[in-house]
């Protein structure tokens, strides 16, 4: 759990496979006794997750599936042990993430001789926070998610200086291990079209630039999917306007311009609710597209009437879309932790296997110099298949995954999501 403060901490300290509770200073002293690993005994993993709140479940999969994989490499990487430590970021309060301790755990990382990589965040917003912090210390981060453009890409669709305000140090030292969001706008302009939208409202949520970028995407790329755009309104402000009234006189525009389809970039909260309630009521025909990052399991189930009209684009697949080894991890999970895992667990647990591969490339030189190369070569100048949970894939020089699978799913009126359209095509957008 991520930093110490008056919020309360957690430092999950797995290198002994022990649990540490207290407040106060949660790091990890490391040992530095000389080996060939660097010059240190024990390297250390920074992990960074929002492990209370509504989606708590899904967070402490993705951190246990970071530990099986250390676990089942006996906490080595070759001569070099290694050890996990992991933070929570969010508030007890209120179970959201803040900056405040997310700035201080990353921190804490860069501050640490034996720290070597860090993973996470999860939520774009934090890793804008956290990245500037790392980068600058050339620590290898890796997230298993964050799909907001600008922190490996130049867009239209980012703020002015991506994503160079987030890597000042002039090389990239971040990788996520799903597609960006330009690939998902791509994915879910395909799906419209397969669902047959023909009249498709775009808005966007200026309170969360991190979330709303998907918006200003697919503006720009539904229409060569064959989705005309009939409205585009991107200065929403979710975060001030909580009640379904507030939206009535959007969604009335939205209805005059005869939408068949409305999507909306922005944070799962209550205002995305509260609006999601006035189109249902308006426009209860309308088909609600929600991206991934919008459409988390407490926002969806939470939706009520308005559920069946919603649709949803995720990387994150069935079960049964994964290879193999996806399966042996899962029943591997449910040996350790006597739970079955959420699918987010799978992407905790790649992350881990690829940073103790990258050891491994490095000749066990773990300076932050020797480690990146060793990461973006094993991983950027060739296919990983060496039994991945998420299948074969390749992340580029800019920190960008070459997966770009989405299942299209539909809502149902108890919030769960089932597939519609598995495997939803992904084409190049071209930027205006």
């Not at 979710?238 to 009640?243: F, G, I, P, R, V």
């Not at 209860?284 to 308005?306: E, I, V, Y």
């Not at 932050?368 to 580029?396: C, N, Q």
Request: proline share 6%.
């Amino acid at each position: 759990m991520r930093t110490p403060g008056t919020a309360g901490c957690l430092a999950l300290v797995l290198a002994l496979g022990a649990v540490v509770a207290g407040c106060g200073a949660s790091r990890v002293d490391v040992k530095t006794v000389s080996d060939p690993c660097g010059g240190r005994h024990w390297l250390t993993v920074y992990s960074d997750l929002p492990l209370k709140g509504s989606d708590g479940f899904d967070m402490y999969a993705i951190w246990r599936g970071e530990h099986l994989a250390l676990e089942q490499a006996h906490k080595r990487a070759g001569p070099c042990h290694v050890q996990l430590v992991s933070y929570d970021d969010a508030i007890t309060s209120t179970g959201v993430w803040d900056p405040g301790l997310t700035a201080q755990v990353a921190h804490d990382a860069t501050s640490d001789p034996g720290a070597i990589a860090y993973i996470g965040d999860f939520e774009s917003g934090a890793t804008a926070t956290s990245l500037q912090i790392t980068n600058a210390s050339d620590l290898l981060q890796i997230s298993p998610w964050s799909p907001y453009v600008g922190f490996t890409d130049t867009s239209s669709a980012d703020d002015l200086g991506d994503p160079g305000r987030y890597q000042s140090s002039g090389d990239n030292t971040f990788a996520r291990l799903v597609p960006s969001d330009y690939n998902q706008a791509a994915a879910t302009a395909a799906f419209m079209a397969h669902e047959g939208v023909s009249r498709l409202f775009v808005l966007g949520d200026v309170s969360d630039p991190f979330d709303a970028d998907i918006a200003a995407l697919i503006a720009n790329g539904a229409p060569q999917a064959g989705v005309p755009i009939v409205g585009y309104k991107a200065n929403l402000n979710l975060e001030t306007n909580t009640q379904p009234q507030g939206y009535a006189g959007i969604a009335a525009d939205i209805a005059a311009v005869h939408a068949d389809a409305v999507v909306l970039g922005g944070d799962p909260g209550p205002g995305a609710l509260a609006l999601w309630t006035e189109l249902h009521t308006l426009l209860p025909h309308a088909k609600l597209f929600a991206p991934s990052t919008l459409a988390t399991p407490d926002f969806l189930a939470r939706l009520g009437s308005a559920a069946t009209s919603t649709y949803v684009t995720t990387p994150i697949l069935a079960w049964n879309q994964y290879p193999p080894a996806a399966r042996r991890m899962k029943k591997a999970y449910h040996e350790m932790y006597r739970l079955w895992p959420t699918k987010y667990a799978l992407y905790g647990y790649e992350a881990m296997k690829d940073i103790l591969a990258a050891i491994k490339d490095a000749h066990y030189d773990t300076t932050p110099v020797k480690l990146l190369d060793a990461f973006f070569h094993h991983l950027g100048e060739r296919t990983v298949s060496r039994g991945s949970v998420i299948g074969d894939y390749t992340i580029y020089p800019d920190g960008n995954t070459s997966l770009k699978t989405f299942d299209g799913d539909r809502v149902t009126c108890a919030g769960t999501t089932v597939p519609v359209c598995k495997t939803v095509p992904v084409y190049e957008i071209q930027l205006k």
